[in-house]
């Protein structure tokens, strides 16, 4: 059964869609990422579904209730913001009890409730404690649980990880899609960061001026990305623009064997599926560089025409600056007009 | 190690301004106050003769001293208070909401004080004469409600303009209404800064002469009004010099209290915001 339904929503502010024509409907229980860079409306969106903008047009529905105008404080949502926005005026407990004390619940079971969700934050015995004596990232944990104290239908997160750093980022977002894993609860989380997304959701909306470019599990949008954009934007991505005549695609002296019709297209080939050997003679293309990670190592590679690619390869001995090369793509995909017309996998 | 000590020099500039402001404001004080408690002093001598509570104890026993610091300090309770139910909502709306004329209105309450005030004062006298206002303390307590309008609104537009409002979103998002966001969250975030707005509207107000005397004269004496009667009518000079220590209190007690609530830099806060 679907607990949210966005149909056909747009946002508007003066000329500029924030959010154009977007319709996404989310199961129970299921974490959707919404993913894009900043000024792709994702962050509006979930202003709209949390209650803090209202749709210029469309619809939001949460379990089949129309709640299109209805304020934030009589929606079922509970928002953790990028800042926090913790109330520095009042302890840890009395943040996460504030919202208890609305709904006129007794004392005892007040506290009872807090102490549950701070122990599952892993922040038990925290009650006590002023908001700003804590580290960013057990601020990020006190919004978090006081969202969840109140036990929301729908759990929205707005980059809520931004401010923190890498490690602490990658730690918390462990800890939040366990305690989704363990509590069920529909959430939609915002990000700008492909790996964040990648590790987190069981579907991912990749979004761009407001609307969807694609909209499936992680695995799919990373092997199977259905624009330019997507294979662009998830992961790293050779892009390379050519045509195509008789059956082969031409860029500057790189082809490769590609059966559609003949026009101008895209080709799009993940670093760890071009593989580089020997070039018999010229060769397509130059080594500029390679930079030796031990595990793997990166290779750029320099077309005659300047365009830059990158190879992953396990053995980084084998090659040296200007050494003439042939590519040979394993594994790539053709777009034109914005689709995909091709993949070889 | 000797010579990386750096040579320290006597800051003349600052020891100048230290002694000008001395002379300024700390010797008139120190003469009001050694007045107060002189019960003889004549010319030529530097001290006073005789020391003592004489004039305490005279001032003390009158009885119009004692009706008009009531007067005082029932005016600038109800003027403070007036003033926060009337500009604190206010200024809530100045900081957050945008509504048309917003910006004029917001520099209005400049105007009253950017012309001279007693030109001001007289022209409301004779709408407040016309009013039946003359005299009353009501009429009072509305002049000098005009004269805290721009403390009252300025301070707490920037003091509600520095609250987070993700913090005021975030108490939406569990369950409070508008009313209760502003009561529990951005009133007491912007608590310290308002509090200094409240403070400065008091004391200015228990300070305030010219509109409480051309308005409330001769039925509303305020302490400063019977201040300045005194020192005009009166050839003691101790009777003035009494009155002048006792405003003192108010703003000693004021400061005080200010320096436990205000933390260090709301007040720039509200100013600078």
């Given at each position: 059964m679907s607990v949210l339904e966005i149909r056909d929503v747009t946002k508007a502010f003066g000329a500029t869609k924030a959010v154009d024509s977007f319709s996404l409907t989310v199961g129970d229980g299921e974490l959707v990422c919404l993913l894009g860079p900043s000024g792709s409306g994702k962050s509006t969106l979930l202003r709209m579904i949390g209650g803090f903008e209202t749709p210029t047009s469309g619809h939001v529905a949460i379990d089949g209730e129309d709640v299109t105008r209805v304020t934030p404080e009589k929606r079922p949502t509970g928002m953790v913001f990028q800042s926090h926005a913790l109330w520095t005026h009042m302890n840890v407990f009395k943040n996460l009890a504030f919202g208890l004390k609305l709904r006129r619940l007794p004392e005892a079971e007040i506290k009872r409730r807090?102490?549950?969700?701070?122990?599952?934050?892993?922040?038990?015995?925290?009650?006590?404690?002023?908001?700003?004596?804590?580290?960013?990232?057990?601020?990020?944990?006190?919004?978090?649980?006081?969202?969840?104290?109140?036990?929301?239908?729908?759990?929205l997160l707005d980059e809520p990880f931004a401010s923190l750093d890498q490690h602490l980022r990658e730690r918390l977002r462990e800890e939040v899609r366990d305690i989704q894993q363990r509590l069920k609860i529909t959430t939609l989380f915002v990000t700008h960061g492909q790996d964040e997304a990648l590790a987190l959701a069981d579907r991912i909306v990749v979004?761009?001026?407001?609307?969807?470019?694609?909209?499936?599990?992680?695995?799919?949008?990373?092997?199977?990305?259905?624009?330019?954009?997507?294979?662009?934007?998830?992961?790293?991505?050779?892009?390379?623009?050519?045509?195509?005549?008789?059956?082969?695609?031409?860029?500057?002296?790189?082809?490769?064997?590609?059966?559609?019709?003949?026009?101008?297209?895209?080709?799009?080939?993940?670093?760890?599926?071009?593989?580089?050997?020997?070039?018999?003679?010229?060769g397509m293309a130059k080594i500029h560089r390679v930079t030796d990670y031990g595990t793997h190592a990166i290779v750029d590679i320099e077309l005659p025409d300047g365009t830059r690619l990158k190879s992953m390869t396990s053995e980084a001995r084998d090659w040296s600056h200007g050494q003439p090369i042939d590519l040979k793509p394993r594994a790539f995909a053709a777009y034109r007009d914005n689709a995909a017309i091709h993949r070889s996998n | 190690?000797?010579?990386?000590?750096?040579?320290?020099?006597?800051?003349?500039?600052?020891?100048?301004?230290a002694v000008a402001l001395t002379i300024v404001i700390v010797f008139p004080l120190l003469v009001v106050g050694t007045w107060a408690f002189t019960n003889v002093w004549r010319y030529p001598s530097v001290i006073p003769q005789e020391f003592g509570l004489k004039f305490w104890q005279q001032t003390l026993a009158r009885a119009d001293v004692w009706s008009s610091i009531t007067m005082s300090l029932s005016l600038a309770t109800m003027v403070t208070l007036l003033s926060a139910i009337i500009c604190l909502p206010a200024a809530y709306a100045f900081a957050r909401m945008d509504f048309p004329g917003r910006s004029i209105l917001f520099f209005s309450f400049l105007a009253g004080h950017a012309f001279p005030k007693f030109g001001l004062l007289v022209a409301i006298a004779g709408i407040f004469l016309q009013l039946n206002l003359i005299g009353t303390f009501?009429?009072?307590?509305?002049?000098?409600?005009?004269?805290?309008?721009?403390?009252?609104?300025?301070?707490?537009?920037?003091?509600?303009?520095?609250?987070?409002?993700?913090?005021?979103?975030?108490?939406?998002?569990?369950?409070?209404?508008?009313?209760?966001?502003?009561?529990?969250?951005?009133?007491?975030?912007?608590?310290?800064?308002?509090?200094?707005?409240?403070?400065?509207?008091?004391v200015g107000t228990f300070y305030e002469?010219?509109?409480?005397?051309?308005?409330?004269?001769?039925q509303i004496r305020t302490l400063p009004v019977l201040m300045i009667s005194f020192i005009n009518n009166q050839p003691v000079i101790q009777y003035g010099a009494v009155l002048s220590v006792l405003l003192w209190v108010p703003s000693f007690i004021a400061l005080l209290f200010a320096r436990r609530v205000i933390s260090s830099g709301s007040f720039a806060k509200g100013f600078g915001g």
């Open positions: 807090v102490e549950a969700v701070l122990e599952l934050v892993g922040l038990g015995g925290f009650g006590h404690r002023a908001t700003t004596q804590l580290s960013g990232g057990q601020q990020q944990r006190v919004a978090l649980a006081r969202s969840l104290v109140l036990e929301p239908k729908i759990l979004m761009r001026d407001g609307r969807t470019e694609q909209a499936a599990r992680p695995d799919v949008v990373y092997r199977e990305p259905a624009t330019p954009f997507v294979a662009g934007f998830i992961g790293t991505m050779n892009l390379v623009d050519g045509a195509v005549a008789n059956g082969t695609f031409t860029h500057s002296g790189f082809t490769v064997p590609l059966p559609v019709g003949d026009g101008a297209a895209t080709l799009a080939v993940r670093p760890e599926a071009l593989e580089i050997v020997s070039a018999n003679g010229g | 190690m000797a010579h990386t000590l750096v040579e320290k020099r006597i800051d003349w500039t600052g020891i100048l301004f009501w009429g009072v307590v509305l002049i000098q409600l005009v004269g805290t309008l721009l403390f009252m609104i300025w301070i707490p537009v920037a003091a509600f303009q520095a609250v987070d409002r993700r913090m005021e979103e975030a108490a939406r998002d569990v369950g409070a209404g508008p009313f209760r966001v502003f009561w529990s969250i951005t009133l007491p975030q912007a608590g310290p800064t308002i509090a200094a707005a409240v403070l400065l509207s008091f002469t010219e509109g409480a005397w051309l308005i409330g004269a001769p």
